[in-house]
């Protein structure tokens, strides 16, 4: 969890952050109360998607990018396969 610590503390300087996790952290994360989160239907340790699927890896990385991009209030969005 302390990648949520991380972004709390980019948020406080400014910085706009989104947290891509695995779905396994949704109640945790819940609780830190963060900005942006999306959380993926992934294994832990591969929250943007398998190893070498550079297709799937593009999707997380735009889904992210558009939450940063769109977000007006806190959210925790998921992200659903194509």
Do not use: C, W, Y
């Amino acid at each position: 969890m302390s990648v949520g610590h991380v972004a709390r503390l980019m948020e406080a300087a400014g910085i706009p952050t989104v947290v891509v996790a695995v779905a396994a952290f949704e109640q945790p994360l819940k609780k830190m109360a963060l900005p942006r989160v999306l959380l993926t239907p992934f294994l832990l340790g591969r929250p943007v998607g398998p190893v070498g699927d550079a297709r799937i890896q593009r999707g997380v990385m735009q889904a992210a990018l558009n939450l940063l991009d769109t977000a007006d209030r806190p959210i925790m969005a998921h992200h659903r396969l194509a």
